[in-house]
Structures are given as C-alpha cells and as structure tokens.
C-alpha cells in the first residue's frame, strides 16, 4: 500500500473520530472537500503545510497524525533504530 494511500486511511480516520464531515474538514483547514476526498482515497499527497493544517483542524499534533501512518505504513526510517531524542 502506497504512504499516500495509508495517509488517507489515517486522515479518514482522524475526521470521523473528530465527527467531522469532509465539508466540514475542509472548511476548519481552509481546503475544498474535493481536495479532502483525494487525500482519503490516497490520490493526492500532501505537503507539510497541509498535514498542519489539517492536524490543527483536527486538534491533533502532526506528530501525532504522522505516527499512525508510519506505524501503519510499517516504512519507518530508522525501523531498525531507536527513536533519536535531541537535547537542546
């Protein structure tokens, strides 16, 4: 399954737990509900600026939202490695 497929499954998700229509996630995001439909059925991929807005729209961190696909995706970059922490 594609990362955009995943991502739209996530997304779907996300709204309906949200109780949001695609029309009024659109609306919340400032995106049309065409552009909602495309990114849930994995036609579309999304820039970083959209997965923002959206997780703002949903009131979730993007950290959030982008941890279910990769757990989901099972395509983590560092799958054979520890999370990195940083310290500032």
Do not use: C, W
């Not at 999304?46 to 807005?53: A, E, G, R, V, Y």
């Not at 950290?63 to 310290?87: A, N």
């Amino acid at each position: 399954m594609t990362l955009e497929r995943v991502f739209g499954q996530v997304l779907q998700e996300l709204r309906q737990e949200s109780g949001l229509s695609q029309e009024q996630l659109g609306f919340e995001s400032g995106y049309h509900r065409t552009y909602i439909s495309l990114l849930e059925r994995g036609k579309r991929s999304p820039s970083l600026k959209t997965i923002f807005q959206l997780s703002k729209a949903l009131k979730v961190n993007p950290s959030y939202m982008l941890g279910r696909v990769e757990t989901r995706s099972g395509k983590s970059p560092h799958s054979d490695q520890r999370e990195r922490k940083f310290e500032r």
